[in-house]
């Protein structure tokens, strides 16, 4: 199974299969209201997700995910998730859109970095704070 991975401010999701533009769209999704709280929600989606599918972690053989767009943190975690559960399990993963860049290869394993929009907005200026 391939999966698809794409974390927002507000809401994350999962999908079985690859995005595709012919296609419509799946009903075989999960989303989750995540309020920025992303790291704590995203995991235990995607095992509701495989779970109501009788399908194990082992059984994934593709990872898609979302690398751009959104907000830092928000693409950061989906990013991160991916390649850490690609990582683990052995299998590709690969970024939704069509970038410029490329899926960076280290060794049998490859990663996908973020391509954020803008500089992040973590927090005012120190010298706003005094």
Same mark, same amino acid.
Do not use: C, W
């Given at each position: 199974? @391939? /999966? $698809?991975?794409?974390? !927002?401010?507000?809401?994350? *999701?999962?999908?079985?299969? $690859?995005?595709?533009? =012919?296609? *419509?769209?799946?009903? *075989? @999704? #999960? #989303?989750? &209201?995540?309020?920025?709280?992303?790291? +704590?929600?995203?995991?235990?989606?995607?095992?509701?997700?495989?779970?109501?599918?009788?399908? &194990?972690?082992?059984?994934?053989?593709?990872?898609?995910?979302?690398?751009? !767009?959104?907000?830092?943190?928000?693409?950061?975690?989906?990013? /991160?998730? *991916?390649? $850490?559960?690609? %990582?683990?399990?052995? /299998?590709?993963?690969? $970024?939704?859109?069509?970038?410029?860049? #490329? =899926?960076? &290869?280290? !060794?049998? %394993?490859?990663?996908? +970095?973020?391509? %954020?929009?803008?500089?992040?907005? @973590?927090?005012?200026? &120190?010298?706003?704070?005094?």
């Amino acid at each position: 199974m @391939i /999966i $698809a991975l794409r974390v !927002g401010k507000n809401s994350a *999701a999962v999908k079985k299969g $690859a995005p595709n533009k =012919n296609t *419509a769209r799946s009903d *075989a @999704i #999960k #989303k989750v &209201k995540v309020n920025h709280n992303q790291a +704590e929600k995203l995991l235990p989606a995607l095992e509701t997700f495989l779970k109501a599918r009788e399908v &194990k972690l082992g059984d994934l053989k593709k990872i898609v995910v979302a690398s751009r !767009g959104g907000s830092f943190t928000s693409l950061r975690i989906g990013v /991160i998730t *991916a390649n $850490a559960l690609a %990582y683990a399990l052995k /299998i590709p993963v690969v $970024a939704e859109e069509k970038t410029v860049r #490329k =899926n960076k &290869k280290f !060794g049998r %394993y490859s990663i996908v +970095e973020p391509d %954020y929009d803008r500089e992040p907005n @973590i927090g005012a200026p &120190k010298s706003v704070l005094f």
